[in-house]
């Protein structure tokens, strides 16, 4: 759980990296930013700060900023209803983003993860982001990934997006973020 005073800094560097990226937010926008430390009480580390645009039965967009080192633990969109999981396509905005997906093992990969959590990272082929570039995720895929030395913003662009249904590896992470 995060305290209020947390979450407001917390809040406060993710404004810094909009704008940074020079990404304008209305003030709607800067309302609704989520600040997720995933209930393990180690944002700056294990967590993820978004926003979302829109999210409709068809489609869903959403700006996505890691802090320096910061990793979105691995986890996967399960099929729900009718939709076989959300799909999404990663554009990095600013920054560098290791992205780990099924497939080879990279050798050197570039995440740093706490050594007491390294048993819930299980996907380790590297696929780097830098500003510009993007990866499509296929419904159903693991995937984590974690931010360069500073830090990230990365585009999602999916399917229809029901976080509340994300089937982490770590099963101590709560997805919907608490803030006492």
Known sequence: MLSREEFNQIKTETLAYFQKANIRLTDNEIERIEVADF??????????????????ERCC???????????????????????????????????????????????SPRAIIPEDKHDTFTVWNEIILKEGEQYTI?????HWFQAGEEGAIVSEFSTKSTDENDIFTDKSIERIPVVE
Do not use: M, W
Not at 41 to 52: A, D, H, S, V
């Open 39 to 56: 209930g393990l009480n180690r944002i700056k580390e294990l967590g993820l700060q978004l926003i979302e645009y829109v999210n409709t």
């Open 61 to 107: 967009a959403k700006d996505l900023v890691l802090l320096p080192r910061q990793t979105c633990p691995e986890h996967l969109h399960p099929p729900v209803g009718e939709s076989p999981g959300k799909e999404e396509t990663f554009r990095c905005r600013l920054g560098t983003v290791y992205l780990y997906v099924p497939g080879p093992t990279t050798e």
């Open 138 to 142: 296929h419904p159903n895929t693991l």
